[in-house]
């Protein structure tokens, strides 16, 4: 069974700070993503990667870094956090753009 | 534009009906994708059903590609189905629906 595990699961920053969410998935997948999920929108998707140190940029990435250092890992980075990231984060894998999803537990973000 | 539209947006039953839910994409497909969110929001895969049909209990899952269509079937529904179940299909990139918000009352 395909694995993937977010940290922190539940985070509270105040505007204008320094977010780390963190994805390891050990499935040895190609393909990772980091999606945001609000009321009314949806998933969306922020960035992906194909690779370690390969980064593409998503729908919604105005605000967001990630960086994929691993095969392993992915993580997305907001350093100047605002109000209007508050949202239910999901990293997900597949061996390619056309292979199964798998996700993780989901990181809840809250900026006050 | 939409490149996945979900229907219905709600549903309301009673355990032990069936339910069916559609989804409907706008372009060719690679795969064709199922989840369940539960009400705390963690993402369950459901099917994984690029053409044809699948059965897992009480769910079937059919995909028809040239009618670029999918569709979920609950039958015999009971209070734990409640949740939100969105479908997804890729091409080169993953498209999701906005989902189907499913209530099974007792």
């Known amino acids: 069974e395909a694995a993937v595990t977010q940290s922190p699961r539940n985070k509270v920053t105040v505007t204008g700070g320094n977010v780390t969410l963190s994805c390891r998935q050990t499935n040895s997948h190609n393909y990772m993503y980091w999606y945001r999920q609000d009321t009314g929108h949806g998933l969306r998707l922020i960035h992906y990667s194909y690779g370690a140190g390969n980064l593409q940029i998503g729908d919604v990435p105005d605000g967001y870094k990630a960086t994929r250092t691993t095969q392993e890992d992915f993580f997305l980075l907001l350093e100047l956090a605002s109000p209007s990231q508050t949202s239910l984060y999901f990293c997900a894998s597949s061996e390619g753009t056309g292979g199964q999803l798998y996700f993780g537990e989901g990181s809840k973000l809250t900026v006050l | 534009g939409q490149q996945v539209q979900q229907s219905p947006a709600s549903l309301v039953l009673q355990e032990g009906e069936n339910a069916e839910l559609q989804c409907n994409f706008s372009?060719?497909?690679?795969?064709m994708q199922w989840f369940y969110q539960r009400p705390g929001g963690s993402l369950v895969s459901l099917f994984y059903n690029p053409s044809g049909t699948k059965h897992s209990g009480r769910l079937t899952s059919t995909t028809v590609i040239k009618e670029r269509r999918s569709s979920l079937h609950i039958s015999s529904s009971q209070t734990t189905d409640s949740g939100t179940y969105l479908c997804a299909y890729s091409n080169n990139r993953i498209f999701f629906g906005d989902g189907t918000q499913l209530v099974v009352k007792p």
């Open positions: 372009t060719s497909l690679n795969s």
